[in-house]
């Protein structure tokens, strides 16, 4: 069982909120308002391989089309191992199960340690939630692990194959804009100095009938690829309602960041998700992040433009801007034209 000193002290944090500022609760008005959906589209990789070039061409299809539709999409087949992704789960609970003055005080993972959501201005913008948000850059610095040092060849393995399977999906995706690859990677620039890695737990929590697990948000990025345990609680919007995504133990979840929406003059969807909290039990999971470099200019491939053109350190300013002062990220909509 999990010591209660592992865990952030989250409802004190939450409690500090003026309360009384809140906008009618979001959580509990929306918590009916979903229905379970076991059909988010599935997609064996397998067709990307293939010799046959209908099968691969079929297998594209399948992607871009679920990034149209869904902004979201299940892979098998994928190319990374039960294995791999089992001892990566295995060394994420140690490190997450150690005490908090622990993971709070010591620098471990570049001194990535967040919990809670700090600059909540109402209990509707607060995550019970705790975080590492690794960049790629610091993944093999032995000296970021502490004694936590079994964590770094499993980590340097998993974000390696995530980045090579990250940039596979991202080539299906740029190629399905009529883009050519070489043009794409001459503007853009995502590599192990640019990418991040987020380990993620989610206590259980008393006060889940008030409070989310992660609040609702899109992703600041291209794609994610997310490695989730089975316990359940991510949610997606779609065609105005919430959708409850059914876990696959086979299967990692890919969802589209606002970087590929911009990109794609919105052909492809960034979609707003949610993680709900679970009174009884904790959940795990590791996000990989494709990222651009600051300077990268995010324009779209079409005319005429539904957005300005902005670079992602401008783009990433603008969030924390906003995330200071509203105590929540507003996104793309900030750069239309």
């Known amino acids: 069982m999990v010591q209660v000193e592992s865990n952030p002290p989250l409802a004190q944090d939450f409690y500090r909120i003026p309360h009384q500022y809140s906008e009618k609760t979001t959580l509990v008005k929306n918590k009916d308002q979903y229905e379970k959906f076991d059909e988010l589209p599935l997609i064996d990789l397998k067709g990307l391989t293939s010799r046959d070039n209908g099968e691969r061409a079929k297998c594209a299809t399948e992607i ?39 993971k709070s005080t010591c620098g471990l993972l570049n001194n990535s340690y967040r919990w809670g959501t700090p600059a909540a201005t109402s209990p509707d913008y607060f995550s019970w939630s705790e975080a590492f948000h690794v960049p790629l850059t610091k993944i093999s610095d032995q000296a970021c692990y502490g004694e936590f040092s079994s964590l770094r060849d499993v980590l340097m393995e998993y974000a390696s194959a995530m980045q090579k399977l990250a940039k596979t999906l991202a080539r299906v995706l740029i190629m399905n804009l009529g883009q050519k690859v070489e043009d794409f990677q001459g503007k853009i ?9 987020r380990l993620n737990r989610y206590p259980s929590c008393s006060l889940s009938q008030e409070i989310y697990g992660f609040v609702p948000h899109t992703d600041s990025d291209f794609l994610t690829i997310l490695h989730q345990d089975q316990v359940g609680g991510l949610q997606l919007m779609k065609d105005s309602k919430w959708v409850a995504v059914k876990p696959n133990k086979d299967a990692l979840i890919v969802n589209i960041g606002d970087l590929f929406q911009a990109w794609s003059n919105d052909l492809y969807k960034s979609v707003e998700h949610r993680v709900m909290a ?10 990989y992040f494709l990222c651009p470099s600051y300077d990268s200019l995010i324009e779209s491939c079409q005319q005429p433009s539904i957005y ?16 200071k002062l509203l105590g929540r990220k507003v996104g793309l909509s900030r750069f239309l034209r």
């Open 308 to 323: 300005r053109s902005f670079t992602f350190g401008e783009y990433r300013k603008k969030v924390q801007e906003d995330s």
């Open 278 to 287: 679970n009174a009884k039990m904790e959940r795990f999971s590791v996000a």
């Open 64 to 102: 871009a089309r679920a990034s149209t539709e869904w902004g979201f999409f299940q892979v098998v087949n994928h190319g990374i191992g039960e294995k791999l992704l089992n001892r990566m789960r295995i060394e994420q609970m140690k490190l997450f199960h150690a005490s908090f003055s622990k």
């Open 189 to 197: 620039c995502c590599d192990e100095s640019t990418c991040f890695v």
